[in-house]
């Protein structure tokens, strides 16, 4: 059972700094691709970022150059670093990853920035 377990989040003023982590189980995690998603309230669920099995990278032109995505294969962790968040980055974040049958979510973090 593909268990995705998230930390991380919560309210920071515009251009701070939040990290998202992610914790993954039930499945060979080194094999596979990783993404973080974001919704906020009224909008459609958005890639943020993803993180390929052999750590190739791909932001959203949004983030880019504010946040960078690992990942620890040996801890099987995701992480999301987020650096000079503005008021827009509000939104809850998923931490995700799929197989051929079907898709696998974490539970969802809510980052607020606001002054």
């Known amino acids: 059972q593909v268990r995705l377990v998230q930390s991380g989040g919560g309210l920071v003023e515009p251009g701070g700094s939040l990290r998202l982590s992610c914790v993954a189980s039930?499945?060979?995690?080194?094999?596979?691709?990783m993404d973080w998603y974001r919704q906020a309230p009224g909008n459609q669920r958005e890639l943020v970022a993803r993180?390929?099995?052999?750590?190739?990278?791909n932001y959203a032109d949004s983030v880019k150059d504010r946040f960078t995505i690992s990942r620890d294969n040996i801890w099987n962790r995701l992480y999301l670093q987020m650096n000079n968040l503005k008021l827009e980055d509000t939104a809850v974040y998923y931490c995700?990853?799929?197989?051929?049958?079907?898709?696998?979510w974490g539970q969802g973090t809510q980052v607020t920035v606001s002054s």
């Open positions: 039930g499945l060979n995690f080194r094999l596979y691709s």
């Open positions: 995700h990853t799929k197989s051929r049958e079907r898709d696998f």
């Open positions: 993180i390929a099995s052999d750590s190739t990278t």
